[in-house]
Every structure is written in C-alpha cells, then in structure tokens.
Nanobody
Framework: QVQLVESGGGLVQAGDSLRLSCTAS????????MGWFRQSPGEEREFVAS????????YYTDSVKDRFSISRANARNAVYLQMNGLKPEDTAIYYC???????????WGQGTQVTVSS
C-alpha cells in the first residue's frame, strides 16, 4: 500500500518561509502528478499546487502564485513545497497527494500543520 508522509510544518510569523516535504513509501508506483492541498477549520480542502511527474509542469492556486514553489524528486516519489512570504491566511493543515493514471488524487498523507501568526 502506498503511504505518503508530510513534514516541515510549524509555527511561523507572517513573512517567514517554510519548506514542506512529502515522501511516498510502500509499493512502487509512478504517479501522473503529485500535489499539495490544504484545509482550514470549517473549510473545504483546497488545492494549492501540483506538479506533473513526467515533464514537471506546475500549477498553483492564485492565492499562492509567486510565493510558493512545488518541486519533485522522481526517483523517490517525493514532492516539496517551498512557501515564502507566508500570510496568516495560509494557516491550514497541508496534505500531499499522488494522482493515478486518470488524474485522480488517490493517495493522501496525514497532513502537516502550518500556522502563520500575524
């Protein structure tokens, strides 16, 4: 079974930076894409960023564009999210996910908490 584990979250002040990491373990598979999502209390899970595994095309939600950067390490099925210029509204649990051939995000990590104080 594929498992994803996130790390790198924490408590920071507005304007600070964090780097989130996510690594897959378990059976070998090649995702079509991996992405980052986040969820705040009382809110729906929100797409943040994604990267295609072959080719490396990246996508970002408008609210993080030019502040966050997603990258990957294909051989390790790992994905990273560099978050700069953090804002209080970025506070959420951040989840990484891996998509299968149909583009569905099938596998999910447990999440890592990011808290940004004003």
């Amino acid at each position: 079974q594929v498992q994803l584990v996130e790390s790198g979250g924490g408590l920071v002040q507005a304007g600070d930076s964090l780097r989130l990491s996510c690594t897959a373990s378990g059976r070998t598979f090649i995702p079509t894409a991996m992405g980052w999502f986040r969820q705040s209390p009382g809110e729906e899970r929100e797409f943040v960023a994604s990267i295609r595994w072959a080719g490396g095309s990246t996508y970002y939600t408008d609210s993080v564009k030019d502040r966050f950067s997603i990258s990957r390490a294909n051989a390790r099925n790992a994905v990273y999210l560099q978050m700069n210029g953090l804002k209080p509204e970025d506070t959420a649990i951040y989840y990484c996910s891996a998509a299968g051939p149909d583009g569905q995000y099938r596998y999910w990590g447990q999440g890592t908490q990011v808290t940004v104080s004003s």
